[in-house]
């Protein structure tokens, strides 16, 4: 669960994520790992990186099989992607961004993977796919439930600046967004 497998397949762009730099982040409102309500537009009004994982695995929500799920591009890696994050979340506040984790995963689930991951910020839950189905966020279906692909926003004034789509491999996904905005 914490690191990443070998010959993993690799998601390719397949520009279903096009749509969304320069769009705006809508007015909803959302559940926290902490329990918090938040409205996303006011939220991410500040400089914001938001990374967004299918689905982290956790002892509250065993993976239905894991084998499958390790052959779908892109799926595997959630928890290495939040604990990079994780790790460099002091490097984000430093430059003046705030960080936030997404995921369908409903927010009691949320709460048990950033404890366990010690991660200093909030994971947000689209339990109910309104921020999936509003901004037609790229997705797929694994065992019956809808999930997001993995991606992450640079947001500033509740806009979506710059997308990263696909990712790969996970881990490294917070380094390069850092690097970026250095």
């Not at 006011?42 to 938001?50: A, G, N, Q, Y």
């Not at 790790?87 to 949320?110: A, M, N, T, Y």
């Not at 790229?138 to 065992?143: H, V």
């Amino acid at each position: 669960m914490y690191e990443l497998l070998p010959n993993l397949p690799v998601p390719q762009n397949d520009g279903a994520a096009n749509h969304l730099e320069g769009a705006r982040i809508p007015a909803i409102e959302l559940t926290t790992s902490s329990g918090r309500r938040c409205v996303l537009s006011e939220e991410f009004r500040s400089p914001t990186v938001l990374f967004i994982f299918p689905r982290a695995g956790t002892p509250l929500e065993p993976n239905p099989n894991q084998e499958l799920w390790d052959q779908i591009p892109g799926a595997r890696g959630c928890t290495p992607q939040s604990c990079g994050f994780r790790d460099l979340s002091g490097d984000f506040e430093k430059i003046g961004f705030k960080v936030f984790g997404l995921s369908v995963q409903r927010p009691e689930i949320l709460k048990e993977i950033a404890e366990r991951n010690h991660l200093p910020f909030e994971l947000v839950s689209d339990e109910n796919h309104l921020l999936l189905n509003s901004m037609k966020l790229p997705e797929f279906t694994f065992a019956g439930e809808r999930l997001i692909k993995r991606m992450a926003w640079v947001i500033r004034d509740a806009k979506i600046q710059r997308v990263y789509y696909p990712i790969f491999p996970s881990d490294k996904n917070a380094e390069t967004v850092l690097r970026d905005l250095k």
